[in-house]
């Protein structure tokens, strides 16, 4: 029997009999949603373990696992179910199952399978140029690749609404119930508050501590990186630490996998980045597991995955007393940081770089700049007010007009991100908008819990469990305003973000 073999009855907790209809449906969902599962296996083969020359092997695989998802989404039956069960009394998590598949059926009922095909067939093969490109600095020689790239997904956004702003249908594919007004307003906002305020930190420049002050092998930070994910709570027995080129988290709620990068010279860069994918990570391990391959046991979308990732990167992992708990495992491995204090820890942590020109090695405020450039542009690029040959030096003005440096090099500027050569268009926004979660949820859980005593004492259960309650067990069954209102008992703010980096950072800088 599969995980899921029983999942229309044991993830539903109302004992009526279902509809026959619902029944099909969701056992034909299952089928769709374990390919998707497959596909993310193979996707984290690619960037970990496949040997470099697999490329054409495995785009066709993952082109035909994309259609077969396709054809199964969009078979008549689907139709057919789903027009049986329009109107039908389903109790709460039924409802909202059908209403996920509906939703994802329209948009996939519209969209020819050889077009999904050749989008994934194209990821694919882009993959490697962008790598080649970004190691050689050679912006022209992944143009090519990004404008194809453009082309279909336009296509692809134009048969699911023609009448629609084609941006605002491809974000929809990572946050499909916040729409783009929303993220427009947030991110606006963030903008015209984060630039002054980061302006007068510079101009602050107080001396703050920076202990790590050498080079620090590779095997000591996989050691702590270790020690951190055990002290958490992450299940190794359903997870795995690996290496890649870009730091993420892959899986399910059965086997859920986290990769990590090392820099001999800055190994917060590595422990930051393990403790967000554990956050990633945890939200996955969090679901239902009787719902294994249905909505009720897949995630949130992508603002509410990255508000996990990011609050406890940061309003765990870069906290006072998180730093007075992970000292120990920091001084043991790292030699030279004897004598160092969770003050100095906390300060090296948390210090702004607006110099810095990578953004998955920003820090906690300026990334935002970061994120808020290339959602920019991605925007203008795929509404066709941008050419794909401005791209670089659009990228480097907003640079110098946001965070005041402007990249030497493409391979430090337009080309540093993995996302656009998976034509994954409209993803960017969520980073931000699931921080200003993040700090809404830190607000709330804080009512509840005295968080600090929780980190400093290594007691994280508590913090998991309050996690768990208000957001991953829930699965699919509200959509994100939803959610966020049962979590917190209020609509989605970024009130609570602007005060936490005002104060932070004031506290900080001085200022």
């Known amino acids: 029997m599969t995980p899921g073999a029983e999942n229309a009855h044991m993830a539903e907790t109302d004992a009526t009999e279902a509809p026959d209809a619902y029944e099909a449906l969701l056992d034909h ?47 008549a039956d689907v139709s057919g179910w789903l027009d049986d069960l329009d109107g039908a009394d389903l109790s709460g998590g039924r409802a909202a199952s059908v209403r996920e598949i509906r939703r994802e059926h329209r948009r996939a009922d519209r969209v020819p399978q050889d077009l999904i095909e050749e989008i994934s067939g194209k990821s694919s093969e882009a993959l490697p140029v962008w790598e080649e490109a970004k190691a050689e600095d050679d912006f022209d020689a992944f143009a090519p690749k990004l404008e194809e790239l453009l082309e279909l997904k336009r296509e692809y956004a134009e048969h699911v609404d023609p009448d629609r702003d084609p941006y605002a249908v491809l974000f929809e594919d990572y946050e499909p119930y916040l729409d783009i007004g929303t993220a427009e307003r947030i991110l606006e906002r963030l903008r015209e508050e984060l630039v002054p305020l980061i302006d007068d930190l510079k101009a602050a420049d107080p001396d703050l501590a920076d202990p790590f002050d050498g080079t ?79 909505p009720l046991g897949q ?111 493409d391979a430090e500027g337009c080309l540093q991100d993995i996302h656009w050569s998976h034509g994954a268009f409209g993803y960017f926004p969520t980073y931000t908008l699931g921080s200003v979660l993040a700090a809404q ?12 005593d929780l980190v400093r004492e290594g007691e994280f259960d508590p913090i998991r469990e309050w996690m768990g309650e208000q957001i991953h067990r829930h699965g699919c069954r509200y959509t994100t305003p939803e959610l966020i209102e049962e979590a917190t008992g209020e609509a989605f703010t970024a009130d609570y973000f602007v005060e936490y980096a005002s104060e932070k950072f004031g506290e900080l800088y001085g200022v």
């Open 29 to 75: 969902y299952e089928r769709i949603a374990t390919l998707e599962s497959a596909g993310n296996v193979l996707s984290w083969d690619q960037q970990v373990t496949m040997p470099d020359a697999g490329t054409p092997a495995r785009s066709r695989q993952m082109s035909t696992l994309s259609g077969l998802g396709h054809e199964l989404l969009t078979e």
């Open 216 to 294: 620090y092998p590779e095997d000591a930070q996989e050691a702590v990186s270790r020690e951190i994910l055990d002290g958490l709570g992450y299940d190794w027995d359903r997870g795995r630490l690996d290496t890649s080129s870009h730091p993420f988290t892959s899986g399910n709620q059965f086997d859920c996998r986290i990769t990590t990068r090392f820099r001999e010279s800055d190994p917060l860069d590595a422990l930051t980045a393990t403790i967000h994918e554990f956050g990633h990570a945890q939200y996955t391990l969090g679901l239902p597991q009787d719902a294994f391959g249905t």
């Open 299 to 409: 995630d949130r979308d992508l603002v509410v995955h990255e508000s996990q990732s990011r609050f406890w990167e940061n309003h765990v992992g870069r906290t006072g007393a998180f730093w007075e708990w992970a000292l120990p495992a920091v001084r043991e491995q790292f030699d030279g940081l004897a004598d160092a204090s969770a003050r100095e820890m906390y300060e090296a942590a948390n210090r702004i770089y607006p110099e810095n020109l990578i953004r998955v090695e920003a820090d906690e405020l300026t990334y935002h700049m970061h994120i808020i450039l290339r959602f920019e542009i991605e925007r203008d690029l795929v509404r066709g007010d941008l050419d794909v040959a401005d791209v670089p030096d659009v990228w480097n003005e907003k640079m110098e007009e946001y965070l005041g440096v402007r990249p030497d090099t």
């Open 441 to 452: 949820l830190d607000h709330h859980v804080r009512t509840d819990l005295d968080v600090d």
